[in-house]
């Protein structure tokens, strides 16, 4: 684990391997270790950088609203610090909101991205009020029902009972974010931009995974996605949730190395 500093506070971050570089972007309620598995598979032909995104895990709080160009340019941050000129990208969730808005911003530093179970679209009014809810039950110092409420519905309902031990896991390294670091990302999500134009413009390698059991990312939704840019990559993972590269590892896996040699 390394770290450097951003706006006088401290960023986390993995970097391990050689090669083109892939950054490694987690969800909301997730820390970089999420990835750990992928990174050391991957890490045996390329460099892989793995941060944790401000206001979660290792990383501080930067403001009271972690925007998603905010984020964006910590990551920028990063990759000026460790002299990187062009890298490969793979957002998961909130960490494609962040991927996005780093694509809005810094092109040139893209040679691709890949959108993990996420979507390109503003948050819905009523997407909106379920994240002022939760906002609402942290301030009250009840960060862990949000958690516990959350995690459960990232994986696929009928194998739910399979990953009680990942889920577990993934619980216990969520306790330990500052509070206000997750309300700072959670307004931050609130306010992002719709980035459909981004996408039907993006010239690069371009990948969508989606789980045929999210329960986060409507079929319809997904759907209207994978048409949004006709040269894009879209995958299906069958048998996943919101989780795909936990639920169906090995395919998620090889979809990851085939994208980021055809983006390298």
């Given at each position: 684990?390394?770290?450097?500093?951003?706006?006088?506070?401290?960023?986390?971050?993995?970097?391990?391997?050689?090669?083109?570089?892939?950054?490694l972007?987690?969800?909301?309620?997730?820390t970089?270790?999420?990835?750990?598995?992928?990174?050391?598979?991957?890490?045996?032909?390329?460099?892989?950088?793995?941060p944790?995104?401000?206001?979660?895990?290792?990383?501080?709080?930067?403001?009271?609203?972690?925007?998603?160009?905010?984020?964006?340019?910590?990551i920028?941050?990063?990759?000026?610090?460790?002299?990187?000129?062009?890298c490969?990208m793979?957002?998961?969730?909130?960490?494609?909101?962040?991927?996005?808005?780093?694509?809005?911003?810094y092109?040139?530093?893209?040679?691709?991205?890949?959108v993990?179970?996420?979507?390109?679209?503003?948050?819905?009014?009523?997407?909106k009020?379920?994240?002022?809810?939760?906002?609402?039950l942290i301030?009250?110092?009840?960060?862990?029902?949000?958690?516990?409420?959350?995690?459960p519905?990232?994986?696929?309902?009928?194998?739910?009972?399979?990953?009680?031990?990942?889920?577990?896991?993934?619980?216990?390294?969520?306790?330990?974010?500052?509070?206000?670091?997750?309300?700072?990302?959670?307004?931050?999500?609130m306010?992002?931009?719709?980035?459909?134009?981004?996408?039907?413009?993006?010239?690069?390698?371009?990948?969508?995974?989606?789980?045929a059991?999210?329960?986060?990312?409507?079929?319809?939704?997904?759907?209207?996605?994978?048409?949004?840019?006709?040269?894009?990559?879209?995958?299906?993972?069958?048998?996943?949730?919101?989780?795909g590269?936990?639920?169906?590892p090995?395919?998620?896996?090889?979809?990851?190395?085939?994208?980021?040699e055809?983006?390298?």
């Amino acid at each position: 684990m390394h770290n450097f500093t951003y706006h006088h506070q401290n960023l986390s971050y993995t970097d391990r391997g050689k090669g083109f570089p892939l950054v490694l972007l987690h969800g909301y309620l997730e820390t970089k270790e999420v990835w750990d598995d992928f990174a050391e598979q991957l890490a045996v032909k390329h460099r892989v950088i793995i941060p944790d995104i401000p206001g979660h895990g290792q990383s501080e709080l930067l403001a009271p609203i972690h925007s998603m160009e905010l984020m964006a340019d910590a990551i920028k941050a990063l990759l000026f610090h460790l002299k990187i000129s062009s890298c490969y990208m793979v957002g998961h969730s909130m960490g494609a909101y962040v991927m996005l808005a780093f694509a809005d911003k810094y092109p040139e530093l893209l040679a691709g991205m890949l959108v993990f179970h996420s979507s390109v679209y503003a948050d819905t009014e009523e997407k909106k009020q379920n994240r002022l809810n939760e906002i609402a039950l942290i301030e009250k110092r009840q960060l862990q029902q949000v958690i516990e409420q959350h995690l459960p519905h990232t994986f696929a309902r009928p194998m739910l009972p399979e990953y009680q031990a990942h889920i577990q896991r993934l619980t216990q390294k969520a306790l330990q974010h500052n509070p206000q670091g997750v309300c700072a990302l959670i307004r931050g999500m609130m306010e992002r931009p719709d980035r459909q134009d981004l996408v039907k413009q993006w010239g690069k390698p371009l990948g969508f995974v989606f789980g045929a059991n999210d329960n986060f990312i409507p079929q319809a939704a997904a759907l209207k996605m994978q048409t949004l840019n006709p040269q894009s990559q879209v995958y299906w993972l069958k048998h996943s949730g919101h989780m795909g590269f936990i639920e169906e590892p090995e395919t998620s896996l090889q979809l990851v190395i085939s994208f980021a040699e055809m983006s390298g």
